[in-house]
């Protein structure tokens, strides 16, 4: 079981800047692939990006060179960092946990609760 607590959202101005945290609590957090969704009021979830197990990164294509994800496994911790924030950009960020068991290929899953974030002038 992996507990996932965000923080670091809050109101910025358009062009802006903000640093979302999500601390695991739970064992192996080492093992889990980690990512950040955000969904819009009236939208589906999507994707912004993601770190593996092994540290490689992705981002969702509008996000490429506006944000960076980073893990800290010591501290059982991954930041989400972006900038040049813009409107379309306001939503709930969630910290998500994964990994599938080898032995049974049972995928776990993990959501936080989620951390606001407001892009307005």
């Known amino acids: 079981q992996v507990h996932l607590v965000e923080s670091g959202g809050g109101l910025v101005q358009p062009g802006g800047s903000l640093t979302l945290s999500c601390v695991a609590s739970?064992?192996?957090?080492?093992?889990?692939?980690m990512a950040w969704y955000r969904q819009a009021p009236g939208k589906q979830r999507e994707l912004v990006a993601a770190?593996?197990?092994?540290?490689?990164?992705g981002y969702e294509d509008n996000m490429k060179g506006r944000c960076t994800i980073s893990r800290d496994d010591a501290k059982n911790t991954v930041h989400l960092h972006m900038n040049n924030l813009q409107f379309e950009d306001t939503a709930a960020y969630y910290c998500?946990?994964?990994?599938?068991?080898?032995?049974?290929?049972?995928?776990?899953?993990?959501w936080g609760q989620g951390t606001q974030v407001t892009v307005s002038s």
């Open positions: 739970g064992t192996s957090f080492w093992l889990y692939d």
């Open positions: 998500n946990a994964a990994r599938e068991i080898p032995e049974t290929r049972k995928l776990l899953n993990y």
């Open positions: 770190i593996a197990s092994g540290g490689m990164t």
